[in-house]
């Protein structure tokens, strides 16, 4: 598989604004053990396998354990995920799925758990993975 196009060496001010989203993700109130699963979850949902790739690794160095991450897409069926943890990823696959419409089932769930703000962002990290997915895969980025 071959790249399409460089679009960080083609575009980079676009490029800046998408690492600028991430930065201030880095510095939101979402546990970043939180923040990985969302972006694998979206990632396996969208099929993005470079962005699977790299936040497997990015999870596993911060902890995140190898059975969690065989088992996120099946989260419904297992005892592995908090009930804070599956509220936020019923909550991913709603907002990647996004024709469907998000639930207010869904999305109350999730604001049972969390503040505006841990709300707000938490839909800014399902959003900014999605839009990158969307690049990885549009421009063929290579794995590895």
Request: proline share 4%.
């Given at each position: 598989m071959e790249n399409r196009?460089?679009?960080?060496?083609?575009?980079?001010a676009a490029y800046q604004a998408m690492f600028g989203l991430e930065k201030y993700?880095?510095?939101?109130?979402?546990?970043?053990?939180?923040?990985?699963?969302i972006k694998m979850r979206a990632s396996q949902i969208n099929g993005c396998a470079f962005c699977l790739n790299?936040?497997?690794?990015?999870?596993?160095?911060?902890?995140?354990?190898?059975?969690?991450?065989y088992l996120l897409n099946a989260w419904r069926e297992t005892t592995l995920f908090t009930k804070e943890e599956k509220a936020v990823l019923a909550l991913t696959e709603e907002v990647t799925l996004i024709s469907n419409h998000v639930s207010d089932e869904?999305?109350?769930?999730?604001?049972?758990?969390?503040?505006?703000?841990?709300?707000?962002q938490i839909i800014m990290a399902i959003v900014t993975i999605n839009a990158w997915n969307r690049i990885a895969i549009t421009s063929k980025l290579i794995v590895g």
């Open positions: 196009i460089d679009i960080q060496k083609a575009e980079p993700l880095s510095t939101s109130k979402v546990n970043p053990i939180l923040l990985e699963l790299m936040h497997a690794a990015d999870a596993r160095k911060i902890g995140e354990t190898e059975q969690r991450l869904t999305y109350n769930s999730a604001a049972s758990f969390f503040d505006e703000q841990t709300l707000s």
